[in-house]
Every structure is written in C-alpha cells, then in structure tokens.
C-alpha cells in the first residue's frame, strides 16, 4: 500500500470512527473494517501508530488487523495471514521478516505486535501459539473463507 494510500485510508478510517468515539450500530454496519471483524467474532479497537489510526480485530490476546482479514476474504493475502495459514511460528517478529509495534493501553499490560512490509499486523502472541491453539483454529477458519 503506498504512502499516499495508507494516509487516505487512515484518514477515512479516523473519520469513520467518529474519532475514536464508542462504535455504535450503525459504524459497525457502515464501516468493512469494523464489520468484518464483528461479524467474525472478534472485539473491533483502533490504535495510534505514528500519525496513523489502525483498525485491528481481537480475540483475547490475538490480535489481527482488520485490513488483514478484509483483504483475505477478497483473495488478496498479507503476510500476516499467510503466517497464519501456513502455520508458522515464531517466538519474535525478527523472524518472521516484521518489526515489533508495541500496543500500550491504560486497561491492559503493553503488548507486541508483529508488524510486516505490507503493513499488515498480527500479535506476538499469535505468532507464539500452536499450529492447533484454538484460536489459531478459529482465524484459520476466518482467513479460509471465500466469499
């Protein structure tokens, strides 16, 4: 994703979260990144990373971007999900070709974020569990869906 591209979709995506207001019915209904996380179960949260909002989906501890799960869903795979599919692990995002973005929150201890060269996002604690964690399982199932 270009520069130009990232910085019109951060600003749509600060816009369409009212910026950072409670997400309401209908931003879950308007909006595809906060949709397609709902919709697949997982707790819809937007984080600052630079000058930038990030639209991330999680489940407990793993955390996936949105973008990375709406991508998938129409054929275009990150590297985040291919990490996932192809039931790789790592005990460091070094390792998997990303660098480490730290999550730091007022209701939750900091936590690490793998982040690879197509801007794609998945947590370190995802990246650490087992092939057949069950929530491994469960974004499998997620990422191998088709429309």
Same mark, same amino acid.
């Given at each position: 994703m270009s520069q130009s591209t990232?910085?019109?979709?951060?600003?749509?995506?600060? %816009?369409?979260l009212g910026a950072l207001?409670?997400?309401?019915?209908?931003?879950a209904v308007s909006?595809?990144?906060?949709?397609?996380?709902? %919709?697949?179960?997982?707790?819809?949260?937007?984080?600052?990373?630079?000058q930038d909002e990030i639209a991330l989906c999680r489940w407990g501890n793993a955390i996936v971007d949105s973008q990375t799960l709406l991508s998938n869903l129409n054929e275009v795979q990150s590297e985040a999900a291919a990490v996932l599919l192809n039931d790789v692990t790592s005990?460091?995002?070094?390792?998997?070709?990303?660098?480490?973005?730290?999550?730091?929150? %007022?209701?939750?201890s900091p936590e690490t974020v793998c982040t690879f060269n197509d801007s794609s996002r998945l947590s370190l604690s995802l990246a650490i569990s087992a092939p057949d964690s069950a929530v491994r399982v469960l974004l499998k199932d997620i990422l191998g869906r088709r429309p």
């Open positions: 990232r910085g019109l979709f951060s600003l749509v995506l600060f %816009t369409a207001a409670p997400i309401n019915a209908a931003q909006n595809p990144l906060i949709r397609v996380c709902i %919709t697949n179960g997982g707790q819809f949260e937007s984080q600052p990373d630079s005990p460091d995002c070094a390792a998997l070709g990303a660098v480490n973005w730290t999550i730091n929150s %007022t209701t939750r």
